[in-house]
């Protein structure tokens, strides 16, 4: 019988009871009891040992257990606690002698539903008393599953996994089998509650369920451990690359196209490996390994990682550097360096480019490439670009303040796609201008077409809010990407920056020189000024004035330097 909620048809669906007792006699009594009070309602069954009622079980479905105890003795004692022990989903009711009452009280506290003294126990009674425990019985089995199972998923939780985690490590130490536990995180699901709203991440989640479920090996655990995590549990695998082959499979369902919201979505796994050693005892120590391996894979881009013991060393290191990283984006370890932007016709300055670095206490001043993906990671990213963006718009007023520039002059800086799906983001510009007593025109957001493309719609309708506001937008790295012709048209900009990986190009092959020009061409028909990046050679200056570039910026024209030599680099230029 299926386990539920109580229901009335609780009490008038036939039924198969099993009586066990040691002593024959009194459970034949008790057997024939049954069929008096129960009728063709129920099926009685007996057993006259422990052994014989697990072997019932196995074998038979039962829906009530009446365990007969004709005396407190060791005997008694020991076939209540093992008919206790044996049953986990079907109840358990105790039948004793009045003296006997402390052995039923017992029972109850050891998991059985009730007891009855045999003397008054009449036919009613019986019925009541079955009936009943089977509801309760039934009402626990639910509560447990709701306490132990994903109420999204339906998958086993977090608890209930590492209970049965603790149980298979037993297992493998007792018999010595191979045991691994795959750790799976989603690469994008952040990016579909972003963008199609939460309940569409919820159906990601239920359908991802569905399909580890079925791709898993006989016997396989799979469980939502939180979030858009989720655990694996191996067993009886038969060398490491089967855990390889279940983690491959895992992936490639993960990796089919989900439709939601009508929208055929494409997220991808992460997937670390564990395996149970004879010196690891605890299931928190190989979910930890699991994780860490997980982490190193995310790290590297996605795929499978096993782990290893460098990977804890690396995983240390990195925690190390992460937490190093948050005490200077909040107690001031970062540091700006400036960039002047000129003009190709007449050398006059354009703007100046603000680029983050970190002073990192052992490693030194570290460039943004080594410390901005770990900040993308980690979420830090959006901190680091509110601090680049107040620090900037200050020092273009300390510069104004000193007519050190002119007042068309503005300040660029970096926003990451973090910062552009962030609806802080207009609040946090016109705290930065307002700080440091700026119009909205002397700022520049540069950004990347990656970070546009997340959600074109709310793109575009941020870019026109921020044009409206009067600050000034630019698309970097022109040229890298697979429709920046689509993006000119489809976003309000001012500017577009080539890359210096275009521009070398373009020096060294005659092609790519007649494709930068063509780029620049349509760039300008969009009414666009034109940046060159990464000029660092007289030739590459010289053919980006042949192509028309309106300005350039690089090492030739300047190299990027702290505010104090920037101001040093100005006032000679005056």
């Not at 008096?36 to 040992?49: F, I, K, Y």
């Not at 104004?400 to 800086?413: F, W, Y």
């Amino acid at each position: 019988m299926g386990l539920g909620r109580p229901d009335e048809k609780d009490f008038i669906s036939r039924l198969r009871l099993l009586v066990v007792g040691e002593h024959a006699e009194h459970a034949a009594a008790l057997e024939a009891r049954l069929c008096e009070a129960m009728g063709p309602q129920a099926e009685v069954l007996r057993s006259d040992t422990v052994g014989g009622m697990r072997r019932v079980l196995g074998e038979e479905s039962v829906d009530c257990v009446l365990v007969a105890l004709t005396d407190s003795g060791p005997d008694s004692r020991r076939t209540l606690e093992g008919a206790l022990a044996s049953v986990i989903d079907v109840p358990v009711v105790v039948l004793a002698r009045e003296e006997d009452a402390p052995a039923a009280l017992h029972a109850i506290h050891e998991g059985a539903q009730d007891y009855l003294l045999d003397g008054a126990a009449d036919a009613e009674v019986l019925r009541r008393a079955i009936r009943y425990s089977i509801a309760r019985k039934r009402t626990e089995v639910g509560l447990t599953r709701l306490a132990l199972h994903d109420s999204l998923t339906g998958l086993p939780n977090r608890d209930l996994m590492l209970d049965r985690l603790n149980v298979a490590i037993g297992r493998s130490r007792r018999r010595p089998t191979s045991l691994a536990l795959l750790f799976l995180d989603l690469d994008g699901f952040k990016r579909v509650n972003d963008t199609l709203g939460h309940d569409a991440g919820d159906d990601l989640l239920v359908e991802v369920a569905r399909r580890l479920s079925r791709v898993l090996r006989p016997g396989d655990t799979v469980a939502r451990y939180g979030g858009d995590e989720f655990v694996i549990l191996c067993e009886e695998l038969r060398g490491q690359r089967e855990a390889f082959r279940v983690a491959e499979r895992a992936r490639a369902a993960i990796g089919e196209p989900f439709t939601l919201r009508g929208q055929s979505v494409i997220v991808q796994a992460s997937v670390g490996i564990a395996r149970a050693r004879p010196g690891l005892t605890f299931a928190e120590d190989l979910l930890r390994e699991a994780d860490l391996a997980m982490y190193r894979a995310k790290r590297k881009g996605g795929g499978i990682e096993l782990f290893e013991a460098s990977t804890r060393v690396e995983a240390i290191d990195e925690l190390e550097i992460e937490r190093r990283l948050r005490n200077a984006v909040q107690r001031a370890g970062l540091r700006l360096h400036f960039q002047p932007v000129l003009r190709l016709t007449g050398d006059e300055l354009l703007g100046i480019e603000a680029l983050v670095r970190w002073q990192h206490p052992e490693r030194g001043l570290l460039g943004p490439a080594e410390f901005l993906p770990l900040a993308e990671e980690t979420g830090l990213v959006g901190q680091v670009d509110q601090w680049v963006m107040l620090e900037a718009c200050r020092q273009l007023a300390r510069w104004h303040e000193a007519e050190l520039i002119g007042p068309d002059c503005r300040v660029a800086v970096n926003i990451s796609a973090r910062s552009l799906r962030s609806p802080e983001l207009i609040d946090t510009i016109e705290h930065a201008l307002a700080d440091a007593g700026l119009p909205p025109e002397c700022l520049s957001l540069d950004m990347t077409e990656t970070g546009l493309e997340w959600d074109p719609a709310r793109s575009a309708a941020l870019l026109i809010d921020l044009q409206h506001f009067g600050v000034k937008l630019c698309l970097d790295d022109f040229g890298t990407g697979s429709t920046s012709l689509r993006v000119l048209s489809s976003y309000p900009l001012d500017t577009v920056k080539f890359d210096g990986s275009v521009i070398a190009a373009a020096i060294a092959d005659p092609t790519a020189a007649r494709i930068l020009a063509a780029l620049n061409g349509v760039a300008h028909a969009a009414g666009l000024v034109t940046v060159a990046e990464g000029v660092e050679t007289e030739p590459q200056l010289e053919a980006m004035r042949e192509l028309g570039c309106d300005a350039a910026q690089g090492f030739l024209l300047a190299r990027p330097a702290p505010a104090d030599e920037i101001g040093h680099w100005l006032a000679a230029r005056k």
